[in-house]
């Protein structure tokens, strides 16, 4: 099954970089191929400079090897061989109107054979529009839905809780769903699980080609840059501090260009930044909480 | 001597920003005192916009309280009480032709009676000047020799170390001192401990107004600064996945934004850069490795 599901997420990366090339118009996916010396690699695909996209990435990658301590540590598994695959996702846009984007399915599988499915996806718009934020959680519900009514609650909290700026206390966007270690249960046979993955997988493309036709064309001025670029620090920090995945492949000696491909092309810090009450900026500061019903 | 080491900090931190203010001609440092919920507080003092220094900020701050339950496993200490103080700079320069630098003296003492003195400074330079990067180590040579003859070459190692971003296999820069958990010995008392921290600390003004006076004016062009923006990115990369001290005060809830200072105004990520052989650029790289003995 570790084939079936390997071909599939290759398949997921080839038919979301058609669907975002042809959303952006001018914008093309750049391939390199690597190989990770402990074994396996990947397919790294970026496109820059695009008319809508200003950098973004889709990753797909099947690595293999033994686990290392810190990871085995951490997950408290003994010494164990690994097999991880998986498509990850950043759209860095060039508006400040249109909303970075994260996806991430991913198949793990240990030697001792246990095995689990794991995934996420989240939107951080530089800007919130309740519109596009309750499409976006209603989407993402209505995908859930079809698999296991618990799903969305569950993994929409998750999300709050994983996508969560400590340092910041604030959220890094208005969330989505995540989760992990999904695996088999008296409910849910590994197909069904990999069913699930499958529809989050191709959820995708269309909600972020919707957003893109819709908010790509609308105006704005230095003032909305300014903060997309203090915003998109956020994102750094978030990345580089505290996200899991990016720890995981600086830590299996992953290729570094490829798990940073997530960071924007520009991004900002101002000391000590404040908002002003009562202005845009600050409004998209109020929701970046947890715990926000969007549906 | 608790309080003659916090009070000997906050008169480096004034002599600093006094030197600096001169040696910069416009910029002028803007405080913030601010107080640690669990105990103690800072004096958060930042420039920007000024002649030379782009964003630079120099902090003193003394804080105490439980000891958080990871750093105690870090550490390997039994639960207790800590107390810290220490000046923390980092200057980031307009200029591509000028160097970053960073410094940190600190203190740190436990309610079981265990103290010790950490510390260490170095240079980031955009681009390496082989006149510069001798200057800079000769002087803190010259510093640690009158101390002890085995400190400038064991510390220059730790900091070749402790400065590697190692998912890049490169250093920060050219490196510079680094020491930590400094206590007494047989061969040095408390007071010489604390001795040669203040001699590193009288460093720091003289060395980098020294290189200000030299650097700032020298020519540049668009492609210099694209570089140095690139070159920043690192130092976000360094100081957010690797950096001990910016773990430190995130995680016993430090200021955000006076911890946080150390990152540029701006930096960049360009999707799998390359340099051309021969160019400045590449020259630069290649210094930046370990073990080069610069005087």
Redesign the interface.
Same mark, same amino acid.
């Given at each position: 099954m570790r084939d079936q599901i390997t071909e599939w997420f290759k398949s997921l990366q080839n038919n979301i970089c058609q669907s975002l090339e042809n959303a952006d118009g001018s914008g093309r996916f750049h391939e390199?191929l690597w190989d990770r010396e402990a074994g396996g690699g990947g397919r790294t695909r970026?496109l +820059?400079n695009g008319d809508i996209i200003e #950098?973004g990435?889709v990753n797909f990658s099947a690595v293999e090897g033994e686990t290392p301590d810190n990871i085995l540590k951490a997950l408290n598994l003994p010494k164990a061989d690994f097999y991880a695959t998986g498509v990850s996702i950043v759209m860095h846009p060039k508006s400040p109107m249109m909303p970075i984007i994260h996806m991430n399915v991913r198949y793990f599988e240990m030697s001792n054979g246990s095995w689990w499915f794991g995934g996420g996806i989240d939107l951080t718009p530089h800007y919130v529009d309740k519109g596009d934020a309750i499409y976006f959680h209603q989407t993402l519900k209505d995908a859930c839905d079809k698999h296991d009514p618990e799903y969305y609650p569950n993994f929409k909290k998750w999300a709050d809780d994983y996508f969560y700026i400590?340092?910041?206390k604030e959220t890094r966007g208005i969330g989505g769903i995540f989760f992990d270690r999904l695996t088999e249960t008296s409910h849910h046979s590994k197909e069904q699980r990999f069913e699930f993955v499958k529809e989050i997988g191709n959820t995708f493309a269309p909600v972020y080609t919707t957003l893109m036709h819709k908010n790509s064309a609308l105006p704005y001025s230095e003032n909305e840059v300014s903060w997309q #670029?203090l915003r998109r620090?956020r994102y $750094? =920090?978030f990345n *580089? $501090?505290l996200d899991k995945g990016t720890k995981f492949g *600086?830590d299996t000696d992953g290729r +570094? =260009?490829s798990?940073?491909?997530s960071?924007?092309?520009?991004? &900002?810090? =101002?000391? &000590?930044y404040q908002t002003v009450p009562n202005d845009p900026e600050q409004l998209t500061l109020d929701l970046l909480k947890k715990g926000v019903d969007w549906v």
């Open positions: 390199d970026v +820059t #950098k990435g400590k340092h910041r #670029k620090g $750094v =920090e *580089l $501090v *600086l +570094t =260009e798990i940073l491909m960071l924007p092309p520009q991004a &900002n810090w =101002e000391y &000590n």
